[in-house]
C-alpha cells in the first residue's frame, strides 16, 4: 500500500523515511538527523545560530511569504476580522481556515481566490496563563497561509505541489539548508473533519503545518469530502523568532517598543544566556499550569547555576514586559474590529486582557498606560492593517474608559474582599478557595494577586487561574431552539414573499395539517426570522397567529384545529396588511436607529439583538456605557433625518463571496446568516446588512421614530425601544392626552406643567420630611424606653408595625411581622435600632413570598447570616448578607410565622 505522505518532492529530492527513536513518529529528511528534530525530542538549537540567511522583523516575513506565493500563482487577499461575526459557534478567529468555513469548505459559496494567500491574525485565550512566562505563547498571532480549494473537474494542487511550495519557500526565499528541514507525519482532526497532515520542524521548532483536509467524520466513520482542502499555517511570530534568533519569541516580534520598556525598568544589561536556557527549557516542556512553569524555572536555575529566587529577580520584570506587550497588541486588533469590554461573550476577553495588562504595568511600576502601549502599535500597523489606524479614536476611548472602571474597582477592592470574607467564614470556610477566588475576578475583577493583598484568610490560587477564568466565557451558548406543534419533518413548501413584498391575498393548496399547523404548497406569508415577529392572517377563514420556517417548510399555525381544510385542495389566504405595514416599518427603522446610533456613539457600535413587533421595536446595542439623554436626543434627530432624506433602500440578492468583499463584515449585524446568497439590505451611505426582513422602499415610509426608553440590560450593551410610523403617531397622542389631563388639574398651560410639578414635589418632599422627624422622634423614644418585655408601635414608611420587645441576655431583641412589608423600609428601621448598642432585630414580611431580616448591633457577638439562612429554609428558600445584617426569603409565604420563630428561638439560643 503506497504511504499517502511518500510526496513527489520525497521521492526525487533524496528524502528518507525514518521513525523517531523518542515520540516514535515517522518523520521524512534528507539529512541524517537522530530524532524527528522537534521538541521535546531535540532542544531548540536555532538560538543565536539561525538557520535563515538574515533576520528578518515581523512586517518583513510576512512581506516574504505573501509576494512568494504571490509569484507562484496565487492571489493575495485581505485579513478577514479577529471577531468571527460570520461564524455562531466561536467569538474569535483561532486559524486562517476559519473564515472559509462552514461554507467554501462545503461547496455551498467559492472561495474569495483559488488558490490563496494571506495573513490571518488569530486569537486563542485558552493558555493565556502562559503568555510571557513561556517565552514564546502569544494571545493573538497571525497565521500565514497558502488554500487551495479542490473541487470536482477543478483540481488546484494537493500533497506534491503544497511540499513542493512549502520546501521552495524555505530554502530559496529564507535560505534554509535543505536537510535541515524535517516532516513529521501525523492526522490532523478539527471541527468535524480530519486528513493527514505534516508538520515541519526547524532548529526543534515547528514553523508550518500542511493539512490536507479529505475527510468528513460523522458517527466514527471517515467520508471523502467533496472539496478537498489544503490548510496550511505558517506562524508569523515563530517563523520571525526563528530568523533573528533571538533568546526569545518576544525580543524578536516586540523589537524596539521592547527595548523601550528594558530600559525604562532597567533590564537592558541582561544575559542573553539567562533567556536562551529559559526558552529551551520551556520549549522541552508541555505547559498545561504553573506547575510547569514552576518546574521549567527550577529546571533552568539549576542549569545556569542559580538559585531560582535568583532567576526571578531577573525573568520577572521581564515576564510582565512581554505580557503586557502582547495583551496591548491584541487590544489594538480586537477593539478595531468591534470589541467592546464587557463581561459577557467576546467582550469578557478583551477585559481579561485590560486588566491583565493593568495588572502587569503596576508590577513593573513605570509611569506608562495600556493606551500608550497600543498608541504605538496602531502606528507599527497602520501601513499593513489601515483599519486600524482608522478606528483609532474608538480604541484608544474604549481603552480609557476601561482603564479608569479597572481602578474605581481596586479602590473598591479591600471592602469587597471583606464582604467575601465575611461570607465565606460564615460557611465554615478556612481559606479564600479557588471557586471564590474566580467568582471574585469575574464579577468584581479583582485579580489573586490584589486578593491576597486584602485578604485575612488565606488565598488559595490555582496554578491555572487565568486559563479558568477564560474558560468560562470560552463557548458560545447555543440558540434554544423554538418548539414547534409538528411532528416529524413537514413536507417542502415554497416561501415567496421575496418575489412579491405587496401581496396581500392569494391562492394555495394544502399540503399537510397537524394539529393547529397546515403546510401550504406556495406562501406569501412571512414567517418570524431576524428579530421580526411573523405574519398574521387568515387561511380560509381561519386566524393564522403564527408563522415557522421549519427546514424547508414554512408552517402557518392558527388558534384552532381547523375542521375543514383538506389536503390537495386550494384555499384562500389574506395577510393582516395593517401589521405587515407596522412590522416593516419597525423594521426599517431599526437599520435606521443603528446607523443613527454609530454615528452618535462611534465605530464599535454593533447590533447584540433586535425585536421588531407590531407596536414596538427595540434594538441592543454595543456601547461602554449607559446612554446619556443628549446622545438619545442625537440619534433620534438623526434617525429622523434620514427618514426625512427620503432614502431609496435597496434590496437585493447578492452571493455570498462578493458581498463579503464588497460590503465587509458589518453586513452580520444580527449574527451569521447561512447560504450562498446574502439578501442585502441597504440605506445607501448610513446602513447596509444582510437581512431576511421586510422593508420600506425609502426611508420616508417608515415615518415618525420616537425613542421611547433606553436601558442598560447588561454590561457593554444598551437596548433602545422606539416606535415608528401609526405607532409612533399613536404613542404621540396618548403622550399629549396625558399631558392635557395633567394641564388641567394643575391649572397651568402646557409650558408651565413641569414648572408646577416641581413645586408640588417640594411641598411633598417637605411634608415628608416633617413626618420623618416626628417618626425619628417616636423610634428615639422608644429606643429610650426600659428593656422591660412591652408592644411598640414604630413608624415604617407611610405606616406603623406593631414590635414585641424583650430581653435577651445583655441583649434587647425587636421582633415583628409586617403583612405586606416593604424591603426598603424594614431595612431602613432595622438599621436605624441597631445604630444603638445592645439591640437584635428579627423582622418577618408577607410580598408574594415569605422573607426574614435579622440584624444585630455591633456589639452583640451574634451570626445573623446564620440565623437568616436557617429561617428561609422554613420558606423553601435561602439567605444572604453578612454576619451583622442578613435578609432570607422564600416562596411558602405561609409559614413565615414558622420562619420568624425559628430565627427568635435561634437568637435566644445564642444570647441566652
Not at 225 to 238: A, K, P
Not at 665 to 678: C, I, M, N, T
Not at 719 to 737: D, F, I
Not at 866 to 894: K, M
Request: glycine share 8%.
Amino acid at each position: 500500500m503506497p504511504n499517502e505522505y511518500e510526496v513527489e518532492l520525497f521521492r526525487t529530492a533524496g528524502f528518507q523515511r525514518k521513525t523517531c527513536p523518542s515520540c516514535k513518529t515517522p518523520y521524512w529528511t534528507q539529512g541524517d538527523p537522530p530524532t524527528c528534530g522537534e521538541t521535546p525530542c531535540k532542544e531548540y538549537d536555532f538560538l543565536g545560530h539561525s538557520p535563515m540567511k538574515r533576520p528578518l522583523p515581523l512586517r518583513a516575513m510576512r512581506e516574504e511569504f505573501l509576494s512568494f506565493f504571490e509569484s507562484k500563482g496565487h492571489t493575495r487577499i485581505k485579513r478577514y476580522p479577529i471577531v468571527a461575526r460570520w461564524r455562531d459557534d466561536v467569538f474569535f478567529t483561532q486559524a486562517s481556515v476559519y473564515p472559509f468555513q462552514p461554507y467554501v469548505i462545503d461547496g455551498v459559496v467559492d472561495p474569495p481566490a483559488n488558490p490563496l494567500c494571506i495573513s490571518q491574525p488569530c486569537a486563542r485565550f485558552n493558555d493565556v496563563d502562559n503568555v510571557g512566562r513561556s517565552g514564546e505563547h502569544f494571545t493573538m498571532f497571525e497565521m500565514l497561509a497558502h488554500h487551495a480549494f479542490n473541487r470536482k473537474n477543478k483540481e488546484i494542487y494537493w500533497t506534491d505541489r503544497t511540499v513542493e511550495l512549502c520546501h521552495e519557500f524555505f530554502t530559496d526565499r529564507l535560505g534554509v539548508e535543505g536537510k535541515l528541514l524535517t516532516y513529521k507525519e501525523s492526522l490532523w482532526e478539527g471541527g468535524g473533519n480530519s486528513g493527514p497532515c505534516l508538520e515541519v520542524i526547524l532548529g526543534g521548532a515547528e514553523v508550518a503545518t500542511l493539512v490536507f483536509m479529505q475527510y468528513k467524520d460523522a458517527n466514527g466513520n471517515r467520508i471523502p469530502m467533496e472539496t478537498r482542502v489544503v490548510d496550511t499555517g505558517y506562524g508569523l511570530e515563530r517563523l520571525t523568532w526563528v530568523s533573528q534568533a533571538t533568546p526569545s519569541a518576544y525580543e524578536a516580534v516586540f523589537g524596539d517598543m521592547l527595548t523601550y520598556i528594558k530600559r525604562a525598568i532597567g533590564a537592558m544589561k541582561i544575559d542573553d544566556r539567562v533567556l536562551g536556557e529559559y526558552s529551551k527549557v520551556a520549549g522541552m516542556t508541555k505547559i498545561d499550569s504553573f506547575a510547569d512553569v514552576r518546574a521549567i524555572r527550577q529546571q533552568t536555575a539549576q542549569r545556569l547555576g542559580l538559585s531560582v529566587e535568583e532567576l526571578m529577580s531577573i525573568v520577572l520584570p521581564l515576564e510582565s514586559a512581554y505580557a503586557v506587550l502582547d495583551h496591548a497588541r491584541t487590544l489594538m486588533m480586537v477593539l478595531a474590529d468591534g470589541v467592546v469590554p464587557s463581561n459577557s461573550r467576546e467582550g469578557y476577553f478583551a477585559r481579561l486582557l485590560v486588566r491583565r495588562g493593568m495588572r502587569a504595568f503596576r508590577t513593573l511600576d513605570i509611569d506608562m498606560k495600556l493606551t500608550d502601549l497600543v498608541t504605538l502599535f496602531v502606528q507599527m500597523y497602520m501601513e499593513d492593517f489601515p483599519e486600524v489606524f482608522a478606528n483609532r479614536t474608538d480604541i484608544l476611548r474604549l481603552l480609557d474608559v476601561e482603564q479608569r472602571r479597572y481602578e474605581e474597582t481596586l479602590r473598591k477592592g479591600r471592602d469587597t474582599v471583606r464582604r467575601v470574607e465575611v461570607e465565606l467564614k460564615g460557611r465554615g470556610a478556612a481559606q479564600i478557595d479557588a471557586d471564590a477566588l474566580v467568582e471574585l475576578y469575574d464579577s468584581h475583577g479583582l485579580p489573586p494577586e490584589i486578593v491576597k493583598e486584602f485578604a485575612e484568610m488565606p488565598v488559595d490560587v490555582p496554578d491555572d487561574f487565568f486559563t479558568r477564568v477564560a474558560s468560562r466565557h470560552a463557548l458560545v451558548a447555543p440558540k434554544e431552539a423554538k418548539v414547534h406543534a409538528w411532528s416529524g419533518t413537514p413536507p417542502p413548501s415554497k416561501l415567496r414573499v421575496y418575489e412579491d413584498m405587496k401581496k396581500q391575498k392569494f391562492f394555495a393548496k394544502v399540503l399537510a395539517v397537524e394539529g393547529t399547523g397546515v403546510v401550504l404548497d406556495q406562501t406569501f406569508f412571512y414567517p418570524e426570522g431576524g428579530g421580526q415577529e411573523a405574519d398574521h392572517g387568515t387561511i380560509r377563514g381561519y386566524d393564522v397567529i403564527d408563522v415557522q420556517q421549519i427546514g424547508e417548510s414554512v408552517v402557518h399555525f392558527f388558534t384552532v384545529t381547523p375542521s375543514n381544510l383538506v389536503v390537495g385542495k386550494r384555499v384562500k389566504c389574506e395577510i393582516d396588511w395593517d401589521r405587515r405595514q407596522r412590522l416593516k416599518r419597525h423594521h426599517t427603522a431599526t437599520h435606521i436607529t443603528l446607523g443613527a446610533a454609530r454615528k452618535v456613539l462611534g465605530n464599535h457600535v454593533w447590533q447584540s439583538g433586535a425585536h421588531k413587533g407590531e407596536d414596538e421595536a427595540r434594538l441592543d446595542i454595543t456601547h461602554f456605557d449607559a446612554l446619556t439623554a443628549d446622545e438619545v436626543r442625537k440619534i433620534e434627530r438623526l434617525a429622523n433625518d434620514i427618514v426625512l432624506s427620503d432614502r431609496k433602500i435597496i434590496t437585493k440578492f447578492v452571493p455570498r463571496e462578493l458581498a463579503e468583499r464588497k460590503y465587509g463584515f458589518r453586513l452580520y449585524q444580527g449574527g451569521s446568516v447561512p447560504g450562498a446568497k446574502l439578501r442585502v439590505v441597504e440605506i445607501p451611505d448610513w446602513d447596509i446588512e444582510a437581512c431576511g426582513g421586510t422593508h420600506c422602499a425609502r426611508t420616508s415610509e417608515a415615518g415618525l421614530i420616537k425613542i421611547l426608553r433606553t436601558t442598560r440590560i447588561q454590561d457593554g450593551v444598551d437596548r433602545l425601544e422606539y416606535v415608528a410610523g401609526a405607532a409612533a403617531l399613536e404613542h404621540v397622542q396618548r403622550e399629549s392626552e396625558s399631558l392635557a389631563a395633567v394641564r388641567e388639574r394643575l391649572g397651568v398651560p402646557a409650558n408651565q406643567v413641569a414648572e408646577a410639578v416641581g413645586q408640588l414635589q417640594e411641598e411633598v418632599r417637605e411634608l415628608r420630611k416633617r413626618a420623618e422627624i416626628s417618626d425619628r422622634r417616636t423610634l428615639e423614644t422608644a429606643l429610650k424606653e426600659g428593656a422591660e418585655a412591652s408592644t411598640k408601635v414604630l413608624p415604617l414608611g407611610d405606616r406603623t408595625v406593631e414590635v414585641h420587645v424583650s430581653r435577651v441576655g445583655a441583649a434587647r431583641l425587636w421582633q415583628g411581622t409586617v403583612n405586606p412589608g416593604n424591603a426598603g423600609d424594614l431595612k431602613r428601621l432595622a438599621a436605624t435600632i441597631i445604630q444603638e448598642g445592645g439591640n437584635v432585630v428579627a423582622f418577618a414580611a408577607r410580598n408574594g413570598s415569605g422573607s426574614v431580616l435579622i440584624a444585630r448591633s455591633v456589639d452583640v457577638a451574634l451570626d445573623c447570616l446564620a440565623i437568616a439562612r436557617t429561617a428561609a429554609a422554613e420558606l423553601g428558600g435561602g439567605g444572604g448578607g453578612a454576619a451583622d445584617f442578613a435578609q432570607g426569603g422564600g416562596p411558602n409565604v405561609d409559614r413565615v410565622g414558622e420562619a420568624l420563630a425559628t430565627a427568635v428561638s435561634n437568637i435566644r439560643d445564642a444570647l441566652g
